[in-house]
């Protein structure tokens, strides 16, 4: 039996596309998330810019980009709506007036003590099958991020 690479590329199913398998991931992690999002008033990309700033408090806006892989055009809105709720401050940095340094208020931190309370999504793998899906879906981003280098 051929595995799905060697299909011809007349033969191929939307089902045997690996960025539709990702994409469709996402989606169901969107879905699995939306109550806790709820709970926390919270949209999914503010969701991981607080989880980021949670695990380093105090970072750039330009830092904090890279992390989460989204441009200016894109962070910057979010950064300010998040703001406007009370959950972080936006200080240009005293060292480098160029740079804007995003740190967590007492209600971002809190954010975390009600998250952390909250039920987790649960993704139905074992501990091992999720550490090799993780690694595999970083890898395959990381191959990716490269490819698009590589063909600039």
């Known amino acids: 039996m051929k595995s799905r690479d060697q299909l011809a ?3 191929l199913m939307l089902s045997d596309y690996l960025c539709f398998a990702v994409y469709s991931a996402n989606l169901a ?4 998330y939306k109550p806790i999002l ?3 008033g919270l949209t999914y990309p503010q969701y991981i810019a607080i989880i980021a700033l949670w695990e380093e408090d105090n970072q750039t806006v ?3 980009g890279a992390k989460l892989f989204l ?3 894109t962070l910057t809105p979010m950064l300010k709506k998040l703001e406007a709720m009370g959950y972080l401050e936006r200080q240009r940095d005293p060292g480098d007036e160029r740079q804007v340094r995003i740190s967590l208020t007492k209600s ?5 003590e009600k998250a952390l309370k909250m039920n987790p999504v649960e993704t139905g793998l074992a501990p091992d099958e999720f550490a090799k899906i993780q690694t ?3 890898a395959l981003r990381n191959n990716l991020i490269k490819s698009v280098q590589n063909g600039e």
């Open 9 to 11: 590329p007349e033969n």
């Open 29 to 32: 992690f969107g879905k699995a």
């Open 38 to 40: 709820e709970e926390l």
């Open 62 to 64: 330009s830092g904090l």
């Open 71 to 73: 441009e200016s055009n």
């Open 108 to 112: 971002g931190r809190r954010l975390r």
């Open 136 to 138: 595999s879906v970083v």
